[in-house]
């Protein structure tokens, strides 16, 4: 099957940048999105891109697409204690039309 | 407007019991999506259902897992003869019918445990 892959771990100070990345390998993947998860909980929604953009920026998340290198990134401006968490990237491929398929997450540590 | 409900938010079983796992799509969402979730692993997708029909299963094991969504009421996943493979978290998500993007809104998740 197809995969998506993420670094598992991240530390970050609070008021830095984090960014968090992901490869994956299906080129037909149409959206492209990024979850949050907190412990315990299930996944938000945090934002998703078309896989004809580039860039997509919302308030403090800005996600950056490289098509041609199947490479997405989540950036979190001034990275708060409150964003620790996990992070996953989903990719949706058209063939699929529906399931999305998902990396392992990315722990994210907010450090004061 | 309620999000996805999942009940019961953790189950205990034991091995070779049953398990039954429910999920309330948002207002106005006729499709349902089952995830797993293994230890530190990502979700996986299992089934894809719409009102009184599986749209795709594929991703769901061919013996003792079922699903269904029926017209009235909650989607239902059903595990019989539960073995100790099958603690994991379960989720689900919603979306609604008719949009291109068709955005996945996930509920807490049910988290099973078999003993």
């Known amino acids: 099957g197809e995969d998506v892959e993420q670094s598992l771990f991240l530390s970050v100070r609070e008021g830095d940048s984090s960014v968090i990345n992901c490869t994956y390998t299906d080129s037909s993947s149409t959206y492209l999105y990024w979850y949050k998860q907190e412990p315990g909980a299930g996944l938000q929604l945090l934002t998703y891109?078309?896989?004809?953009?580039d860039m997509k920026q919302d308030q403090r998340l800005t996600v950056l697409l490289n098509k041609k290198d199947k490479h997405l990134s989540l950036r979190i401006a001034d990275t708060q204690t409150g964003d620790s968490a996990i992070y996953f990237c989903a990719e949706k491929a058209s063939n699929s039309g529906y399931a999305l398929n998902f990396g392992k997450g990315t722990s994210l540590l907010v450090t004061p | 407007n309620a999000g996805v409900m999942q009940n019961p938010r953790h189950l205990v079983r034991r091995r070779g019991q049953e398990a039954r796992l429910r999920c309330s799509p948002m207002k106005g969402h006729s499709h349902v999506y089952w995830y797993r979730q293994l230890p530190e692993e990502g979700l996986k997708f299992m089934v894809y259902?719409?009102?009184?029909?599986?749209?795709?299963e594929s991703g769901m094991p061919k013996e003792r897992f079922s699903a269904e969504f029926p017209k009235e009421g909650p989607s239902i996943l059903r595990i019989q003869q539960v073995v100790r493979g099958d603690s994991a978290a379960y989720f689900c998500?919603?979306?609604?019918?008719?949009?291109?993007?068709?955005?996945?809104?996930f509920g807490p998740g049910t988290r099973l445990l078999v003993l």
């Open positions: 259902l719409q009102k009184e029909n599986i749209i795709d």
């Open positions: 998500a919603s979306s609604p019918a008719d949009r291109g993007q068709e955005t996945q809104y």
């Open positions: 891109i078309f896989s004809n953009m």
